[in-house]
């Protein structure tokens, strides 16, 4: 909209725009020949090339190894609350494939994948769960509720600022808090048709994994009457979508949460589930499933959800490990030609590596494995096709000899 916009200039090293203009949106402070004077974190900056040449425009952070966020190629394009609201606008319309009497729980603004770094917004209904994650979205926080107060129909927002990464920006970490609106203890939730509870202040991250709703689904052709184990459960996802599929169907829910494990349990009643037919366990699950290799238990479907086990390349030869030994054990307690579903939601874990741990595990305990459909996000969690780096989450449903 508004012409001639300036900003201090950052200047990168010769050739170092190229990955820029593919759609990169990340610039490391390795590639800056000149970093900006006088902003401070999170202050917007023009990026130009060696030879001077505007290339992109984002904001600045003098203290993580991603020095520059792009938020726009074009020169034209002022970063303020109009932007914003374009934005929003665009990412609620990918959302209209949700038909909300069906599914009205989805993340709105997915970061780096909407076009907006360090953002993430996700719709339980009528509310809105914001994180922001970095300095420069910090900058733009009133805007930013104004923008989506304009842009969504919701009832109320609440600011979920409690996320460690926020250290690495300089950033404090927030108690959650309501910042608009009117916001329930509890926000009843539809996905897929199955309901949920979200607490958008306590729950982990912003109080739903709405990441896992397509693999939630797809375990449903697994289950009917079947032994299903849930392995960090948390509240129940894989649980209630395997449980509905038939009362013969029995489920056993494992995680370290006692309050999610009892939520868990009050979604199985939600969806008029008896929670007496199928098990809530707080445990380790590592030790739960040593336990249950001991006693010869044996399920027909095992399901691995583990939080992420490396969230630096550094910590990657440790993950691997932990994903062996987890997969490991899954395949242990699964019955001869038993369905073994598992995720990795570690960035730096590829789909390859899953399936190079889970190749590993099935040499181990000498069973064959057949790979059955693999999966990384669905449509309300967009990847940017130049950031790769930024899609987290395998998931690999397989069959286990
Ligand atoms: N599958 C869930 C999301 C899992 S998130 C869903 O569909 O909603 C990861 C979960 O693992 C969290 O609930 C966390 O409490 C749990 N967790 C972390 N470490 C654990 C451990 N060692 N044993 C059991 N649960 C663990």
């Given at each position: ?11 990168l090293k010769?050739?170092r725009?190229?990955s820029l ?10 590639a800056?020949?000149q ?5 401070e974190?999170?202050?917007?900056v ?12 984002g ?30 606008r ?14 009205n ?6 970061s ?18 914001v ?21 969504t ?15 690495r ?24 048709n199955v ?5 958008p ?6 109080g739903?994994?709405?990441d896992?709703?397509d ?18 459960s948390?509240?129940g996802?894989?649980?209630v ?6 009362e ?27 929670p ?24 027909d ?13 550094s ?8 994903y062996?030994?987890l ?30 741990a ?9 069973r ?12 309300d ?6 950031m ?14």
């Open positions: 909209m508004s012409l001639n916009v300036h900003y201090p200039t950052a200047s010769p050739r725009e190229e203009q593919n759609g990169h949106l990340w610039i490391f402070s390795g800056l020949q970093s900006p004077h006088w902003i974190p999170g202050g917007l023009d990026v130009k090339s060696s030879t001077g040449q505007f290339v992109a425009r904001y600045y952070n003098p203290h993580t190894d991603i020095a520059i966020r792009i938020l726009t190629r074009d020169i034209e394009q002022a970063i303020d609350e109009n932007f914003l609201r374009q934005r929003f665009n990412a609620v319309a990918l959302r209209r494939v949700f038909d909300p009497d069906h599914t729980a989805y993340r709105l603004i997915n780096e994948g909407d076009g907006l770094p360090g953002l993430i917004v996700d719709r339980f209904a009528e509310i809105l769960v994180q922001i994650h970095t300095a420069g979205m910090e900058h733009l926080r009133s805007q930013l509720i104004d923008a989506l107060l304009e842009e129909d919701t009832r109320g927002i609440v600011f979920r600022n409690d996320s460690q990464s926020r250290r920006e300089g950033l404090e970490l927030e108690e959650p808090r309501v910042v608009t609106g009117g916001v329930p203890m509890q926000v009843t939730v539809r996905e897929n309901l949920f509870l979200v607490d202040l306590q729950g982990q991250k912003t739903f994994f709405l896992q709703r693999k939630r689904e797809a375990l449903r052709k697994y289950t009917k009457a079947k032994r299903v184990l849930n392995c960090f948390y509240t996802g894989f649980s979508y395997a449980a509905l599929t038939s013969k169907t029995q489920v056993t829910s494992v995680d370290i949460s006692s309050p999610a494990i009892e939520t868990a349990r009050q979604h199985f009643i939600l969806n008029g589930l008896d007496q037919h199928h098990q809530f366990i707080v445990a380790d699950v590592f030790d739960y499933l040593e336990q249950a290799r001991s006693s010869g238990e044996h399920y479907v095992v399901a691995l959800d583990p939080p992420a086990f490396a969230k630096t390349q910590a990657r030869t440790q993950a691997l490990k932990a062996r030994r997969n490991t054990l899954g395949m242990q307690v699964l019955r001869p030609g038993g369905i073994l579903l598992t995720c990795s939601c570690s960035g730096v874990i590829r789909m390859d590596d899953l399936l190079g889970l190749s590993q595990s099935a040499q181990r305990v000498q064959t494995v057949q790979v059955l459909e693999t999966y990384t996000h669905s449509v969690h967009p990847i940017n096709l130049a790769p780096e930024t899609a987290y989450l395998k998931a690999v449903f397989c069959r286990v000899e």
